[in-house]
C-alpha cells in the first residue's frame, strides 16, 4: 500500500501543470474518430478460409506539442471489431482488437514562430512529421463454426517498436481557412508477440500451460503491419450557413493491414473503413486560465 | 502591406496536394499487392473441397505413421473420380466418407447439414458389453443419488459402492466429488462404470482421476505438430497427476477401485482409463507410515481409443472436419489410440441379451468378486446392514 502511495505521488508529481500562469500552454489537439468498412481475416491455426465482413473501429488520437515546437507527443488507440462469412456464406468468424501507439514525433514546420508562439503567416502549408512510436496490440481471431474444438480461437499480444510519419497540407483561401488535409501511415519494425504452436491445443497452451514455442521476436521477416490514414479536416463555421458552430469535422478514409508468418501459421487482417471524426482541442486541468493565444485549433499538428 | 497572392501560393503547392492524395493510394496499392491475401479464397467446387479436405488432412492429421496411411496414395485413388463421376455435393460426401475410412480413426468426422462422415468399426464390430436397463432395473434401481452426470449409491448386499458416469462432457465440480467419495467413504471398494462413455471434456477425466492420486504421478506424454510433415512434431511433454489437495480422495490400496469398460469407451473415456492405469500400483501411506499400493483395475473389454487430441477446420462449402491433431502416449510412451487392454485376469465379455434375461451383468459381478477379494476395508455383511 505504502509503495503504491509513493507510486501515486510520484506520478503526480511528473503529470502535474508544470507551467506557470503566465506560460504558455503546449497546444494539444486530440481527435476522436469512427471508422466503418469491411474487414477480411484469415488465420490458418483456425481454417484455411478468408473471413469478410463489416468492420467498425473508435479511435482516439492526441497530438500534444512539446515547448520547443519542434516535437509533438502523438497518442493513438482504437478498439475494433469485425464480423466476417466465407466466400460460400457457410461460417463465421469473428476478429477485435484493441491497440495503443506512443509516439515522439520531429516536426518539420515554419507556421510557428518558435521563440513567441505565434501563428506567423507561412511561407509553406506544409508540416511533415516523423519519428519512432511503442505500441501494444490485443486481440482474438474466433471462428464461430469451432466454439466446441480444441483449436476455436488464436489471441494476439503483440509489443511493438515502429515508425510513425505524417504529412500536412493547410488550405491557404481565405474562403476554406482552417481546412486541411492529412496523411498518416505507421508500421512496426521490430517487437515481441504470443503466437501459439502449430498444432498446439488449447488445452496444451492454457490448461497443461506446456513449455510451448509461444513467445516471439517479431520484424519485418515475420510481421508486416501498416495503418495509412487520409482524412480531411473542416471547421464546419467554413460551410454557410453553419458561421456560428466551431467544432471540426473530420472525414476521410484509412486502410490497415497486418500480416503474421511465425510457426508455420498465417494470419492475414486487412480493413478499408471511412472515418468521420471530431477534432477539438484539450486543456489540461489547471491551465484553463493560460494564455492560449488566438490561434486555430490545430497547432499540435 | 503587400496582399498575398493566395492564388499563386495554391498553385505552388498543388504538387504537394497531388503528393498527399497520391500517397496513400500508392501505399494501399503497394500493402494490397504484397501483403493482401485474397487468393486465399479457397475453390469451393466439388474438386476445391476434396483438395481442402485431402489437404487439411495432410498438414495436420497426427497418425498417418502410425497408422501406415499412404495419403498420397488415397489422394490418386480419388482425385481423377473428380474429373466425370463426382457431380453433386452427396457424392463428394461420399468420397469423403470413404477417405475418412482409410484413416481408422473416430475422431476423424466430416459435419455437413445432412450427414455426418464416421468411422465407428472401433465399437460396431465388437460385443456391445453393456446393458443399460439391466443395470439401473437389477443394480442401481430408481433410488440411486445423483449429481455431475454421476448416478451412485452402495450395493446393499456386500456395500460396495457403484458410480455411473457416462458422458466425460458432464462438469465435475469440485465439490461434487467431495459428497460423492464422502458419502461413499465406508464402502468395501468401488466400482467406475465408464461403458458406453465415449468421451468429452479430457480436464474431467483429470479432476476425476485426481482424486485417486496421493503423490505426482507420471501418466502419459503428448505432443502436437510443428509444422505441415507427417514428421512434424514437438518434443513428448510429459503430463503429470497431481493429488487433489485439501478435497476427499479415494483410498484405492485398502478399498480397491474397478473400472468397468467396453469399446464404447472413446476419447477422454480412454485417457481417463490410461490416468487410472498409471496409478495402479503406486503406493499410499497411511497415518501409521505404512505403505500399500493402490489396487486399480480395469474390467470387461478393451476400451475404443482414441487418444489424439482433436482439432477442427472448416471446408469452403462450409461443412466442418475434426481430425486428431495432438498424440498422447502412456507413461511409457505407448500409444493408446487403438485402445487399453483390461487388467490381467479381468477381461470379461458379455452378451447384453442374455445378461438382461439372466438379470446378471457379468461384467459388474467379475468386479464384486475382484473387490471382495481384495479388499482391506471391514467387510460387511448383509446381515450387518
Known sequence: MKRFLILALLLLIVTAPSEAQNELARPVTNILSLRIGQGKMRDSYLAPLLYTGANFSIEGQRWRMHRDLNWV???????????????????????????????????????????????????????????PYAGIDLGFDY?????????????????????????????????????????????PLIGAGFRPEYGASYYETFYLSTSGNYAHFTSLHNQQDLDVQLTLDFPLAIIPGLRSFDSVLRLGGSYHIETMDINNITSRYSSVEFVIGWVYQYLPFGRRKVNLLKRSPYEAY | MKPIDMKHRLESHHWGLYLILLLPLSFGLLATSCLDDDEAEKDDSLRGN??????????????????????????????????????????????????????????????????????????????????????????????????SGMQYGKFTRDSIAYVRYSSFSSSIGESNLDYVLALLHNASGLILDIRDNGGGTLTNAVTLAER????????????????????????????????????????ASTRPVVILTNRHCFS????????????????????????????????????????????ESVLPNGWRVRFSACPMTDQNGASTESGIDPSPGLKVDMDSISAFENHRDDIIEAARAFILKNTLAPRKTEESE
Not at chain 1, 469451432?146 to 488464436?154: F, I, L, Q, V, W
Not at chain 1, 515508425?163 to 481565405?174: E, I, L, S
Open chain 1, 73 to 131: 507527443n502523438w497518442q493513438q488507440a482504437d478498439i475494433m471489431f469485425s464480423s466476417g462469412e466465407d466466400h460460400g456464406n457457410n461460417s463465421g468468424a469473428w476478429t477485435g482488437r484493441l491497440r495503443y501507439r506512443y509516439g515522439i514525433l520531429w516536426r518539420w514546420s515554419d507556421s510557428l514562430d518558435p521563440t513567441t508562439l505565434e501563428v506567423r503567416t507561412e511561407s509553406s502549408p506544409w508540416s511533415f512529421y516523423l519519428g
Open chain 1, 143 to 187: 471462428n464461430l463454426k469451432m466454439a466446441s474444438s480444441n483449436n476455436p480461437a488464436t489471441a494476439r499480444v503483440v509489443g511493438n517498436l515502429g515508425a510513425v510519419g505524417a504529412v500536412r497540407y493547410k488550405f491557404q483561401n481565405p474562403s476554406v481557412r482552417g481546412m486541411r488535409v492529412m496523411f498518416q501511415a505507421y508500421a
Open chain 2, 50 to 147: 476434396f483438395e481442402a479436405f485431402w489437404q487439411t488432412l495432410d498438414e495436420h492429421y497426427c497418425y498417418f505413421d502410425e497408422k501406415g496411411v499412404d495419403w498420397d496414395g488415397v489422394y490418386d485413388k480419388y482425385a481423377p473420380l473428380f474429373k466425370d463421376s463426382i457431380l453433386t455435393q452427396f457424392q463428394l460426401f461420399q468420397v469423403l466418407d470413404e477417405m475418412v475410412d482409410t484413416l481408422r480413426d473416430g475422431h476423424i468426422n466430416v459435419y455437413t447439414p445432412f450427414n455426418i462422415a464416421r468411422y465407428w468399426s472401433w465399437w460396431e464390430d465388437y460385443p456391445d458389453n453393456y446393458e443399460d436397463n439391466l443395470v439401473y432395473e437389477y443394480y442401481l434401481g430408481t433410488n440411486y443419488w445423483y449429481t
Open chain 2, 212 to 251: 485417486f492420486a496421493t503423490e505426482k504421478t507420471l501418466y502419459g506424454y503428448i505432443r502436437h505438430k510443428t509444422g505441415k510433415g507427417h514428421h512434424d512434431f514437438s518434443d513428448p511433454e510429459p503430463l503429470y497427476l497431481e493429488p487433489a489437495s485439501d478435497r476427499v480422495f479415494w483410498d
Open chain 2, 268 to 311: 477422454s473415456a480412454n485417457n481417463f482409463v490410461q490416468l487410472m492405469r498409471a496409478l495402479d500400483g503406486t503406493m499410499t501411506t497411511d497415518s501409521l507410515g505404512i505403505q500399500r499400493p493402490k489396487l486399480i483395475k480395469m474390467c470387461g473389454d478393451r476400451t475404443g481409443g482414441g487418444s489424439g487430441l482433436p482439432f
